[in-house]
Structures are given as C-alpha cells and as structure tokens.
C-alpha cells in the first residue's frame, strides 16, 4: 500500500514502488503493490439519477484507499480503474489525480477492474463528494467479501450482479457526456461549461457554434489531435441523432 500512500500524498506511484523494493531488501517486510489508475469520465449518470450532497463518512481519504486497496487484494483484481469527474489535465502521468484536485466535471466514481471470474464494476454516484462515492464502494466490496464468511456462496454469486457491461462505442454513455466534451473543447472556462453543455442539448444554434469552435481547435492541420477530433464528431453526430428522434 505504500505506493498508493506516496501516490496520494504528492509522489509518484513508481516511488512508491522503488521504496517497498528497498524495504524488501533490507530485510523490512514485502508488500504486494496494487496498480490501480484513474482516468477521465465524462458524466456516470443517467436520465433521471441524482445525487445528494450529505454523507454519513468520518474516515478520511487515506483510510478509504487503505480498505479499497484490502479488498481488492482480497479479490486478486487486476487492471483496476477509477473513472471519475477529473479532466486530463487534473491526472498525473502516474495515473493519480494532482494533489489537492477536486474533480471539475461531476462528483460520480466507477470502479473497474478484472477477477478470475471476469469484469466487474462499480459506480456510486449517491453522494456529492467523489471521495464519499469512492468509500460507498469500497465498504460495499467489504460488505460482499463477509457473505462468503457464512457459507451461503459457493461461486461468489454476491458478485453477479455487478459484471461489467460494455462501454458504449461512441465512448459518451448519454447525451450529456457529448455535450459536456463539446462545451470543453469549445474553450468554455469550467465554471461555464455546465451551462453551455445545457443550451448545446437544448439549441442547435448552440451546438453548431459550440462545434464549430471545438472543430478549429481540435483539427489535426492546426495542431490538434486526430483522435480528439474524431471524438467531436462522435459526439456531434450522437446530439444530432437523439435531437432527431425527439423531433
């Protein structure tokens, strides 16, 4: 747990690596490094979901990693990540957020990651607090892991319910998330991006002047990336196509 410690705390999570084979060395102990990664979500909701902003939580965020970090352990998990409302710029290279980042998009967590039994997940977005939302998860694996203590599982059946089901294609799980990403590439500051994603999903004319400030920035012939660019019309085209049926 040592590198998620120094990861957490400013360091980088190869640090944290470096210095549990040191200990390892001198003889202080080995410990198993979990290698767990966040990355950029656009928006975990749905029509309809809402969160509140109050949390029954005392523990702080090192103790909610300590116990995610358990129970993963507990459950071999590979190839874990956290997609959470951090844009790019508030993650590190090392896959953690910067220190003392409050994710800008939204306060929602998804945790994901691989077992022997296959791809699981877990979202909570209840709270309006992505650390509150991070520890919901983690009690609720340690709260899975005690029904195996009485006998009444015999395959991990506890665990059915939460097998991954595929990300969408286009990479947007609604209409929200594409406007959301066409407000932010359009250059809109973050305290204005939820009000400019609102009149792309309600205007044309929005949307089209969104596009087309996103589209300058984002094509490849002036700089921008041929990925980000084809994400933008993705995006676009799954607006055009919902505003279509509703009409």
Known sequence: MQA??????????????????????????????????FRQCESPYRKGMTYTKAHPFSAN?????????SELKHLGAKEIVIQA??????????????????????????????????????????????????????????????????????QAEQ???????????????????????????SGASDVDQDVLANRILQSAEARQAAYLRAAKALHPDVGGKQEDFVRLQKAMELLRQQTARAS
């Open 4 to 37: 998620a410690k120094l990861a957490r705390e400013g360091g980088s999570a190869e640090d944290g690596k470096a210095r549990e084979e040191e200990a390892g060395a001198k003889g202080e102990g080995e410990r198993e490094v979990i290698d767990l990664r």
């Open 61 to 69: 965020y090192a103790k909610t990693l300590d116990l995610l970090e």
């Open 85 to 154: 409302g951090f844009t790019a710029q508030q993650i590190r290279n090392d896959g953690w957020p910067r220190g003392g980042e409050n994710p800008k998009l939204h306060q929602g967590v998804i945790l994901s990651f691989q077992t022997k039994r296959g791809p699981l997940s877990f979202p909570c977005y209840r709270y309006g607090n992505w650390q509150a939302n991070l520890r919901a998860i983690a009690l609720s694996l340690e709260a899975l892991r005690a029904v195996d203590r009485y006998g009444v599982t015999q």
């Open 159 to 185: 665990y059915k319910g939460w097998t991954q089901i595929e990300a969408p294609k286009d990479g947007f799980v609604d209409r929200l998330a594409a406007a959301l990403f066409v407000a932010d590439q």
